[in-house]
Nanobody
Framework: QVQLVESGGRLVHTGDSLRLSCAASGRTLRDYGMGWFRQASGKEREFVAAISWSGGRTYYADSLKGRFTISRDDAKNTVFLQVNNLEPEDTAKYYC????????????????WGLGTLVTVSS
């Protein structure tokens, strides 16, 4: 079992930056592809970014390229999402995901989900 706990979400203003963290416990993340998804109120959960188990490959939603950066620190069993130049449209709950198969992370069919951290961007 892998437990994922997201943190770092808070109320920010347009143009601000945030770094979200996803800390894992139970197993090492070295064998897992990791991803971030988000869900705004009244909308479906959408893919944000993913990183391969090796850390060698990263993937981003086309509409979010350039402002989001995913990274991982396996020594700390943690995955990060750096978000720059936040916009009100980024307001959502952000979820961390993990799966042993990288492709499953990118399509959201993962073995493990965190409970999410809320990001609110005011204009």
């Amino acid at each position: 079992q892998v437990q994922l706990v997201e943190s770092g979400g808070r109320l920010v203003h347009t143009g601000d930056s945030l770094r979200l963290s996803c800390a894992a416990s139970g197993r090492t993340l070295r064998d897992y592809g990791m991803g971030w998804f988000r869900q705004a109120s009244g909308k479906e959960r959408e893919f944000v970014a993913a990183i391969s188990w090796s850390g060698g490959r990263t993937y981003y939603a086309d509409s979010l390229k350039g402002r989001f950066t995913i990274s991982r620190d396996d020594a700390k069993n943690t995955v990060f999402l750096q978000v720059n130049n936040l916009e009100p449209e980024d307001t959502a709950k952000y979820y961390c995901a993990a799966d042993r198969q990288d492709i499953r992370v990118r399509v959201g069919r993962v073995e493990y989900w965190g409970l999410g951290t809320l990001v609110t961007v005011s204009s």
